[in-house]
């Protein structure tokens, strides 16, 4: 056991994913949640997945916590960080599971104690799908989770880090500069793409919604999928990595440009060229293990 | 049994899912089929789904075929019906599965005869994976197909349209022209994107192939699947499908310029009303049966 008393802040997708992980792995002795929502709140209560909820604050379950973790959106870092703060134990450990680390990492900053330690992390796992209910013991069981650390060599790191290891979690460490860039390829710009391209299904007058529905099995509905994801943690995750996100869009745009052009002046070549690159990236990380072989993701209907 | 005798041209993913299917669902007496790669033909001997296999040409199939179905790239449909048609015999129905209709009718019209009739198809199914091993019987189960014939009222169109049903898929009817612009928006501009977005952060100065495969399990590797598709038959889609490509890809720069300017403005209203009207569709083509409702596609890896 890494620590004995957790309070997690915000308990939806990713917060009740950590308090079921930390009992399903015996990670904690004792693990507390808050959040600001009522029915969040009643539907840990009847899972039965913490030792004590409190809707709205709660002084008394972070003075005992020996780590806080706060999943809430990342846009209430900030503001939640300045009420828990003041109340933590000294010596106690501060993480958080924001998709972005720059941004969290300045909205905190300002509340910090020096007997208390941020170690800002990011699992990265999850599916479209939010709220308590959507949890899973096993979220985290295989993905990568990533801490960037503000100092070198803490001790708390490396308490954090076999924190995660102990759900099955692979760490890598990194600074927040370079999290923020690498995440903007590999999750938020394509969110941001498959956002953007449903809504330009939508609104083509040429094609009717019932269209797009029917036919969807030919790829679109891959999209669909990653466009349901909650629409208020998104705007938090793209207004707060801004310029790695808008460097990787402009990069992307670029090459759309190029095969646009390809296509319109009918290079083939270009084309085939282009696309057979992409196939050994697949494997890959079929091979590493993130992600299923089969094919259509092995979908049953 | 709609048609007694049925021949394949081009024996992959889709033509031996046909062939399957034609067995599994009873549809066909005899079923043949053609195919230029010598280990096509290998591996369908080996599977055993077909009740003759040729490799190259097969004069004496098509002269007994009721039906023959083109299942080759959209770039090969009219060598091929120059080949095959002289020796269909008189009545018989043409058929294809080409992803994209107005250009396949276009190359394979100039060999028509009067005394058989074309109706071209397009089964709005398939995987990621290529070749006869990548096949299934159920591969058209409660998926789409769409018929384009160039004349209404044919009863060919009838039967065909039984012999989907057969398969257990829903037809529609609807013209060539409308057939390539719903398609280029529901998965033809989709494949565009992901071999672009895959193709972009591969070439990310900043960021590695190995950091892309470790973190992709953030949304990318939702991308790396639909790249993952045969690229010479994606290169024919949007080679023959030029114009409609190019009209759903400029929309849809259009769309993600105005949001890039929102990110940029700080403009969360309008990113929080883009994304929450995104939600809608996917839970629409859920319960129309076109995707499973599990949280990530239900993937076991
Ligand atoms: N979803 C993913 O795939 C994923 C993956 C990795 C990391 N993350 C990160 O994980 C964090 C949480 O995301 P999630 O998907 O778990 O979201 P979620 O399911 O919506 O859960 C967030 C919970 O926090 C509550 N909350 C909001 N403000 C609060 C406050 N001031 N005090 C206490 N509780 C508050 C929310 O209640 P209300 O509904 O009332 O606001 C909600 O119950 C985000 O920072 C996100 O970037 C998400
Ligand atoms: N894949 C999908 O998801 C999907 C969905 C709906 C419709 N379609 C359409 O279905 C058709 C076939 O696609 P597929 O995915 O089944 O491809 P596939 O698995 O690659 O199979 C095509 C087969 O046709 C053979 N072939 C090529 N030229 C030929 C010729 N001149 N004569 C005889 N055989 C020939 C190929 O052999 P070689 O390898 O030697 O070329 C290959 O074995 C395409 O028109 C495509 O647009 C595909």
């Not at 706060?70 to 870092?77: D, H, K, S």
């Not at 939640?80 to 109340?87: M, T």
Request: include cysteine; hydrophobic fraction near 40%; charged fraction near 25%.
């Amino acid at each position: 056991m890494t620590f004995n008393t957790i309070l997690i802040v915000g308990g939806g997708l990713i917060g009740s994913s950590i308090a079921r992980a930390a009992k399903a792995y015996d990670q904690a002795k004792t693990l507390y949640i808050t959040d600001n929502s009522h029915s969040a709140c009643s539907a840990i209560e009847r899972l039965g997945i913490a030792d004590g909820v409190s809707e709205g604050q709660a002084d008394y379950f972070a003075s005992q916590a020996d780590l806080v973790v706060l999943c809430v959106p990342p846009g209430r870092m900030g503001s939640v960080a300045e009420k828990i703060i003041p109340n933590m134990k000294s010596g106690a450990v501060l993480s958080d599971v924001g998709s972005i680390k720059g941004a969290v990492i300045e909205a905190v900053t300002p509340f910090l104690r020096d007997d208390i330690t941020f170690i800002p992390a990011h699992p990265i796992a999850g599916t479209e799908y939010s709220g308590p209910e959507a949890g899973s013991a096993d979220m985290f069981k295989d993905r990568w989770c990533v801490l960037t650390p503000t100092k070198k060599g803490l001790p708390e790191t490396k308490q954090l880090k076999d924190f995660w290891q102990g759900f099955g979690s692979q760490v890598s460490i990194m600074t927040p500069k370079r999290h923020d860039i690498v995440l903007a390829t590999t999750s938020h710009v394509p969110h941001l793409i498959a956002y953007t391209l449903v809504g330009t299904a939508v609104d083509m007058e040429k094609v009717t919604a019932n269209e797009v529905v029917k036919y969807s099995a030919g790829g679109f509905r891959d999209f669909t999928r990653i466009a349901a994801s909650d629409p208020v943690m998104w705007r938090d995750v793209f207004l707060s990595n801004r310029e790695a996100t808008l460097e990787v869009v402009d990069r992307f745009i670029e090459d759309l440009t190029a095969l646009k052009r390809a296509i319109r002046w009918e290079d083939g070549e270009t084309l085939l060229e282009h696309f057979a690159k992409t196939r050994d990236i697949r494997r890959r990380i079929v091979d590493a293990g993130q992600d299923s072989a089969e094919p259509n993701f092995g979908r049953h209907d």
